[in-house]
């Protein structure tokens, strides 16, 4: 399946491109909690979830731009959790950092996730345990982390946090940053590309899900500030707390 998924995740970024391109026109909306949304989210959710219905009419999904019953969602054991347009600043802004996720959880962990990076047609997919990037040919690179004196910390875009990076870069001592926007910054820490991604405040469970499924395949350790690993579902919100990406 993940073959079908990355085709997926490959013809909503391509429509996206359009938008980012001029091609089409972009409308911009903000949604309640203040977040921009653009017809370029929208047609990649649709994209996405016909897509998912017809391969996987049996599974329910979640996205970001869908309208899901919470209440209902919370006894989903399988299901597919989806960010159509994840880093929709960095795609108004036209830094290229923005990224397609597609992910399926299974008992509340990520077990195959994809994401995409329309403006420079790089895929990243984990399944079966092992992670892979493809370039726009579809040749496939296995990856893996890899550790690194000093460490490369990414930096959230738009969500630095500073007083609590301060305080993390201090125990640090050595170290080079790289602010990225994005689940893009999950697969650096897979390809090797970085160490370490501290994230301080909660995220949306869409936002990471997919990225998170390609990190751990590739070696990473994911945790909370309290040492837990990441939930997704059975769940009191949609929101992960803060966690560390690092090298297991």
């Known amino acids: 399946?993940?073959?079908?998924?990355?085709?997926?995740?490959?013809?909503?970024?391509?429509?996206?491109?359009?938008?980012?391109?001029?091609?089409?026109?972009?409308n911009l909306n903000t949604k309640r909690d203040d977040t921009p949304i653009t017809s370029a989210d929208l047609i990649s959710h649709q994209i996405i979830v016909s897509g998912l219905h017809r391969l996987t009419p049996d599974i329910p999904i979640i996205s970001e731009e869908g309208s899901v019953n919470f209440n209902k969602s919370v006894n989903y054991n399988v299901f597919w959790l989806i960010d159509p347009l994840d880093g929709t600043k960095e795609f108004l802004y036209h830094n290229s950092e923005f990224t397609v996720n597609?992910?399926?959880?299974?008992?509340?962990?990520?077990?195959?996730?994809?994401?995409?990076?329309?403006?420079?047609?790089?895929l990243y997919a984990a399944s079966n345990g092992k992670a892979w990037k493809e370039d726009g040919y579809g040749k496939r690179f296995f990856i893996n982390v890899k550790k690194n004196y000093p460490p490369t910390v990414l930096v959230s875009r738009f969500h630095p946090d500073k007083y609590f990076l301060d305080?993390?870069?201090?125990?640090?001592?050595?170290?080079?940053?790289?602010?990225?926007g994005s689940s893009?910054?999950?697969?650096?820490?897979?390809?090797?590309?970085?160490?370490?991604?501290?994230?301080?405040?909660?995220?949306?469970?869409?936002?990471?899900?997919?990225?998170?499924?390609?990190?751990?395949?590739?070696?990473?350790?994911?945790?909370?500030?309290?040492?837990?690993?990441?939930?997704?579902g059975p769940f009191n919100s949609f929101l992960n707390p803060g966690f560390e990406v690092s090298l297991s």
């Open 184 to 232: 893009l910054k999950f697969c650096m820490i897979a390809e090797g590309v970085a160490q370490l991604y501290p994230r301080f405040s909660s995220i949306k469970i869409w936002d990471t899900a997919a990225g998170y499924a390609v990190a751990v395949a590739a070696g990473a350790k994911i945790i909370d500030w309290y040492g837990n690993v990441l939930i997704y």
């Open 102 to 122: 597609i992910a399926l959880i299974n008992c509340g962990t990520p077990v195959m996730g994809v994401v995409y990076v329309p403006a420079i047609n790089v």
């Open 1 to 26: 399946m993940i073959r079908e998924i990355s085709q997926l995740a490959r013809k909503a970024g391509k429509e996206i491109m359009l938008f980012y391109n001029g091609k089409r026109v972009l």
């Open 167 to 180: 305080k993390y870069l201090i125990k640090l001592e050595q170290y080079k940053i790289i602010y990225v």
